[in-house]
């Protein structure tokens, strides 16, 4: 059951692990590499919880696609981070918490959807959220540091690549 949970956990991960990489490549300092990566943890433990709890009944009153909400998401981000490339900065960008709020929310959504199945899984909804959270939080970590490499080796091009990745990445969820 362990290793079943984890694997969802790192399968949810997947997505907060390759946007990271390209909010890492906005080359944010490492304050804000964690920051982020704990937001993004929250997310993963407190949207299984609320997809167990509320998210059927909220899917039978609201009629709006998860993945218009993603691609929405998806698309603002992608667009800031095309507009940050052309912004003569010489300073490493802060990007706000309302942006962090933003991209937990993006990557964590997956993770409401699995909680309306989790009862089928597990009765361990808790236990089953603080895995999700340690997976996404070590993910998204990760991806942050590497695309900051990323970022110093290739600058400026790597940003308007991952912002133009971004948008194709939100334009998918349409479909």
Same mark, same amino acid.
């Given at each position: ?73 998806? *698309? ?18 802060? *990007? ?23 009862? /089928? ?24 540091? /590497? ?11 790597? /940003? ?11 334009? /998918?969820?349409?479909?």
């Amino acid at each position: 059951m362990a290793l079943t949970l984890f694997l969802i956990g790192c399968s949810l991960s997947m997505d907060a692990f390759s946007l990271a990489l390209l909010y890492g490549m906005q080359g944010i300092s490492l304050r804000d590499s964690i920051t982020l990566s704990i937001i993004v943890g929250i997310y993963h433990f407190v949207m299984p919880l609320l997809g167990s709890e509320i998210g059927s009944i909220v899917f039978s009153y609201i009629k709006v696609s998860s993945n218009l909400v993603v691609f929405l998401i998806l *698309l603002f981000i992608g667009l800031n981070l095309v507009k940050s490339s052309f912004e003569n900065k010489e300073v490493v960008p802060k *990007l706000s918490i309302y942006n962090y709020l933003l991209f937990g929310l993006a990557v964590s959504i997956d993770s409401f959807s699995v909680g309306i199945g989790l009862e /089928t899984i597990t009765d361990m909804h808790i236990e089953s959220s603080f895995i999700f959270m340690i997976c996404s939080s070590i993910f998204t970590f990760i991806g942050l540091i /590497t695309g900051k490499k990323i970022n110093q080796l290739f600058g400026k091009i790597a /940003t308007i690549i991952g912002g133009i990745t971004l948008i194709i990445i939100s334009i /998918t969820y349409l479909f």
